[in-house]
């Protein structure tokens, strides 16, 4: 089986512009994350999928491979598909978040493992909520699974809601999931669901995940016990270097 990691990298970030070239800990970000995909043995190939020249250009100067992109892809998805159509010999796609610079390669390898069965279409990571905080941060979409290990719904709220108790308690009732945001996708999969028009429940929540599951597909699902930083806002990249300082 082989495995294409992509590393989908925009520059006209509308929070942070300029996002995958910022510098953390004297590397760019979009170079830290190539440095941990490509410590992942699972994967036979890393690109950055981007249709900036100044991130292909500085991908290219550290000895990356980039690929540029059309300009008019919607999400990372639509710029996977685009690069995929260019490996023909690959199987498996996976949609490595450029905007996790300490992404760890056991979790690329446990969304990769999910494709050792052939029924596989999708697949994606979850990680048990283990705060309130978590539980209640609509940044931080939650999952719910099936007896499958299949993801039925993805929700910004905490589903399920436990009638009869405080929401302090929840956790205490039900075991939480929040979506950890890697992709796997099977390659005929990923060129299907590219082409399919944005859904009711996708525009509701804002998870392109959904429009998916409201088709028909099927998301395989792998726990995963590691924590992810994921840069959204410049707040984020300092509460980071103070994580990582201190």
Known sequence: MQVLGIIPARY??????????????????IQRVCEQAKKCR????????????RIFDHVSGFGGLAIMTSSDHQSGT????????KYPDHQVIINIQGDEPYIDPEQISKVISCFDSPDTQLATLVKK?????ELFNANSPKVILNKNSEAIYFSRSPLPHIRGQEQMNWLNHFTYFKHIGIYGYRADILQQITKLPVSSLEKAESLEQLRWIENGYRIKVAETELETYAIDTPSDLDNLNQTTLS
Request: proline share 5%; with cysteine; aromatic share 2%.
């Open 12 to 29: 006209a970030s509308t929070r942070f512009p300029g996002k995958p070239l910022v510098d953390i800990g004297g590397k760019s970000m």
């Open 42 to 53: 699972d994967l036979n190939e890393v690109v950055v999928a981007t249709d900036d020249d």
């Open 78 to 85: 639509d710029r996977c598909a685009e690069v995929a159509l």
């Open 129 to 133: 909520v283990v705060s309130e905080q």
